[in-house]
């Protein structure tokens, strides 16, 4: 059964990247699990079960006719200077079509229990920016994030003494989004969407709560044996 969507949103998933680090001949959110899906279906299948396939936006680049052509029905964003540029860019390509609107963002690699939405819904309902976090896991290379008041402070993979990690799925409010913006288009084409929000937190006064999904299982497939955890997790 479909949630119904009270706040007026779109969806983004970041899909742009070449993916490097495992090592594919072709986007990282078409790896298959081995239970016969990709990435991207998974997430997809998930995101519409509680949303409308409409409001879904694939930003792409790196060999998107591939993406493209498996999944036909979504909507695309294209990002050509995807080599050169990390999510920051894309996410700012995607977030200038919907300044007026709020925005649930997915990084294209994160596989993730459907559950974890009915978490996010009653956020997105009450129009709060947020990030999805894993208390019970620190990595040192993984993005994480300290509080102040009980709202997010600092939050990249430099951070010192972080109470969990960010995993990839995050909401910017209508009210924050052009504050974002402004931020994103400051940030250096290397820079993460992360910096953004930083910024955004700390020049514009923007509230972000940390959602802690720790209880579900969630993993941003990075490397090898990330893929090997999600395929022990979702089989």
């Not at 540029?85 to 200038?96: F, G, V, Y």
């Not at 294209?108 to 009450?126: M, N, R, T």
């Not at 995993?167 to 953004?196: A, M, P, Q, T």
Request: hydrophobic content about 40%; aromatic content about 10%.
């Amino acid at each position: 059964m479909k949630t119904h969507n009270l706040t007026q949103m779109k969806i983004i998933i970041l899909a742009a990247g070449i993916g490097s680090r495992l090592g594919n001949p072709f986007p990282k959110p078409l790896t298959l699990l081995k239970n016969g899906k990709s990435i991207m279906e998974i997430q997809t299948e998930n995101i519409t079960s509680k949303y409308d396939i409409d409001d879904i936006n694939i930003v792409v680049g790196f060999k998107k006719d591939l993406i493209m052509e498996r999944f036909p029905e979504l909507t695309y964003i294209y990002n050509p200077f995807f080599d050169q540029t990390n999510t920051s860019k894309s996410l700012l390509r995607a977030l200038k079509k919907y300044k007026n609107e709020s925005v649930l963002w997915f990084n294209g690699d994160v596989v993730f229990d459907d559950l974890i939405l009915d978490i996010l819904h009653p956020h997105i309902e009450a129009n709060e920016s947020f990030v999805a976090v894993n208390t019970s896991k620190v990595a040192d290379e993984e993005v994480k994030y300290t509080l102040k008041d009980s709202y997010i402070d600092k939050l990249s993979k430099e951070v010192k003494n972080g109470l969990g990690e960010a995993v990839g799925i995050n909401f910017i409010s209508s009210k924050d989004i052009n504050s974002f913006i402004k931020r994103l288009e400051e940030c250096d084409d290397n820079d993460y969407f992360e910096k953004g929000l930083e910024m955004a937190i700390e020049h514009d006064a923007i509230c972000v709560k940390p959602i802690d999904i720790s209880k579900y299982s969630c993993i941003e497939v990075d490397f090898t044996e990330d893929l090997e955890n999600a395929n022990k997790i979702f089989s």
